[in-house]
């Protein structure tokens, strides 16, 4: 079964602290995986991609590794401030079948000023 | 360049009757994805569309159906509505149902009385 999962399932930070969350999947025929924040009652915003033939991805405050073998992805983000709170959804893009994302329940964050 | 769009934004409507979400792709892609997310939960796989046709689908009865236009754009149908089916519907396009990153809308809240 295909399955994401996150961990914790919320976290609360003091600001300035320096957070990672964690994500695992199930299926090995991964395509790539992508980070995404979601701000309540709002969409989907990308935040990382990482393909399957690499081992992390940068953006600014933020970081996110990749490693296929143990099916675990995580998402570092540096000096956390209060304008990082929202919930950071996890995705597997997978081969298996036609591609498509299967998402994680999300971590929610909050940074406390 | 427009982004994915989707309308309307919101909906109310009450159990029994039929609604209709439409979306129209990034400009250049023309594969079409539809994903659910309920409340708490992180969006799940409903279909994908290529091609004017439905490719692959997830676990989602038969009273979910969709369309793709020749234009690309696509709809949603969703029949007999239950008030389970309350949640925000992403839609995510794709350059080719190959391809790895797909961009998503900033959904439809469907609130089912």
């Known amino acids: 079964k295909q399955e994401v999962t996150q961990i914790p399932a919320a976290l609360s930070v003091p600001e300035g602290e320096n957070l990672v969350l964690n994500c695992s999947f199930t299926?090995?025929?991964?395509?790539?995986l992508q980070w995404f924040r979601q701000d309540p009652g709002k969409g989907l915003t990308s935040l990382l991609l990482i393909q399957s033939s690499q081992r992390e991805q940068t953006s600014g405050r933020l970081n996110a590794s990749l490693d296929k073998s143990s099916g675990r992805s995580t998402l570092y983000i540096a000096a956390s401030q209060p304008g990082d709170s929202a919930t950071y959804l996890c995705?597997?893009?997978?081969?298996?079948?036609?591609?498509?994302?299967?998402f994680g329940t999300g971590t929610r964050l909050k940074v406390l000023a | 360049d427009a982004g994915v769009t989707q309308s309307p934004t919101h909906l109310i409507k009450t159990r029994g009757q039929q609604v209709t979400l439409r979306c129209s792709p990034k400009?250049?892609?023309?594969?079409v994805s539809w994903y659910q997310q309920a409340l708490g939960q992180g969006p799940q796989f409903i279909f994908q569309?290529?091609?004017?046709?439905?490719?692959q689908r997830g676990n989602f009865p038969d009273r979910f159906s969709g369309h793709q236009f020749p234009n690309y754009s696509s709809e949603l149908n969703v029949n007999a509505l239950l008030l389970g089916d309350s949640a925000l519907y992403l839609c995510a396009s794709s350059l080719d149902h190959k391809t790895d990153t797909q961009y998503f809308g900033p959904g439809t809240r469907l609130t089912v009385l």
């Open positions: 400009s250049g892609h023309d594969t």
């Open positions: 299926d090995s025929a991964i395509y790539n």
């Open positions: 569309y290529y091609e004017e046709e439905e490719r």
């Open positions: 995705a597997e893009c997978t081969t298996s079948g036609t591609y498509k994302y299967i």
